[in-house]
């Protein structure tokens, strides 16, 4: 097979080529996108498809992260080895092949594989793309070109929610899987033409594999052990045991990388107390940004009774007001020292997240859609500046170690505040189901008083003496049971806005880094 190079490409296509083969990019990076953030408005769909708890069907998304963050580190083997067509080529096939298997699966573990396939591709194919457009366009122009790149796939999870919804509330959460795939077929298509190739395949080259199996064991054995701890007991026999081996393969992937001379992740960087702080904050920014992304929509659906279009369309004011606040945060970015504009990202989130602690089965749409906007302007605030800062610390040569660790930790923490906020969610909805059961006395006026109620309305409506009683209390039931876990969720957003209130302080290390170009 006769080798595309990009000069090759330019020469066939002319000067517009770089804008084919970003179009080619892009689409690939918004139907990936839209699939990570897509699922979020289906999990009390898919609880109750397959009788499951949220502990199990937040793997819906925290099998595409954690599977999307380790495979970032394949990229540039794929890219060596197969060339970027082929390459581009085949992890998409492997995304829609998650898609359908995800679309059609008769259980949740089935499900959970799909999502698997779309996470490994996901992580491929964005870093890919990234490099292949930074590639084709000079210097003074790769800024607006990955400016038009960053808007175009921040457009996906402000319309993915919403599009999602509809897909569910008018055909099923099954139809939910399958509306990337017609972007995904036309970006493979526009790929085959437009990415460079690099002929005839030869020997693979060497990679670190059994450190990226240590990597992929400790995130599966660590977060399936914060999942199942609150159903199966912290010290049960399952969670010890995934708890120990998932330590033992965290240890052995950083001593691997310590002792390596071609290392996965360069663990040196982390030397650099500036890079360290940047990274903390990255982490951060990572979990609170999923976390929230995750829980508001089943928040407004289990407590608010919304349904999915109308959660869905819930995310789209603040998703759009992201794509417009970019450049403007963006230029200002340029303008003021790093630590300001991260530590009034900080903030917004922080001020965002604790409005939506005062939310409860009451609160209006649109006042909840103003506490997310509010949440993220702060995401526009920290996504120009973070990346910066971080890179600023390092020396020349390390920059492309910096930056490929930087999107992996971002994305370690995103698959880790889901999976966190989950166990939050359960252990908090629980104590407050305790709690208030002991209230539930005859002690207790206004119970005795809602249970009369309750009694004579059931008479009313010709219901026997005997079951009236039985009724009225499993109805109570019900109220308790949907009380604590409105009570569950709002621990769970006053958690996120005490955590972005502390990552505020490695953030202030960054007030002592010069500015440099």
Known sequence: ?????????????????????????????????????????????????????????????????????????????ITEAFGQRLGFALTLAVFMAGALMSATATSMDMLILGRVLQGVAAGIVMPMTMVTIFTVFPPERRGMAMGVYGAGVV???????????????????????????PFCGLALLAGMVFMPSKGRIGRLPPFDWFGFAFLGAALFLLMTAAASGPREGWLSDHILLYAVLGTVAAAGFVTIQVRSRA?????????????????????????????????????????????????????????????????????????????????????????????????????????FAIFTMISRVGMSFIMPALSASALRALPNEKLAQGSGAMNFIRQLGGASGTNLIVVWL????????ESLASTQTAANTASRGFLETVTDRLGIAGLPDPARIGAALDYLGQVVHAQALSFGFRDCFLALGIVFVLAMLPALNLARLPRRE
């Open 155 to 181: 457009l996906a999870p402000a319309l993915g929610p919403a599009v999602g919804g509809i897909a569910i509330d008018t055909l099923s959460w099954r139809a939910m899987f399958l509306l990337p795939l």
């Open 1 to 77: 097979m006769q080798a595309d190079t990009v000069d090759d490409l330019f020469r066939r296509f002319g000067p517009n080529y770089r804008w084919y083969v970003t179009f080619a990019g892009l689409v690939g990076g918004f139907s990936m996108v839209l699939s990570a953030t897509i699922v979020n408005v289906a999990v009390p769909e898919v609880m109750g498809a397959f009788g499951v708890g949220q502990d199990q069907a937040q793997w819906m998304a925290t099998a595409f992260l954690a599977t999307m963050t380790a495979s970032q580190l394949l990229n540039a083997w």
């Open 426 to 433: 359960q252990l908090r909805t629980h104590w407050h189901a």
């Open 263 to 367: 290392p996965l992740l360069d663990v040196s960087l982390f030397r650099n107390r500036a890079f360290t702080a940047a990274v903390i904050v990255a982490f951060v920014f990572g979990a609170g940004n999923f976390a929230s992304g995750y829980v508001i929509p089943v928040f407004v659906q289990q407590v608010q009774s919304f349904t999915a279009t109308k959660a869905g369309l819930l995310l789209m004011p603040a998703g759009l007001l992201l794509v417009f606040a970019l450049p403007l945060t963006g230029r200002a970015a340029d303008r003021l020292p790093d630590h300001i504009p991260i530590l009034a990202g900080l903030g917004f989130f922080a001020f965002g997240t604790f409005l939506m602690a005062s939310a409860d089965a009451n609160t209006g749409f649109w006042a």
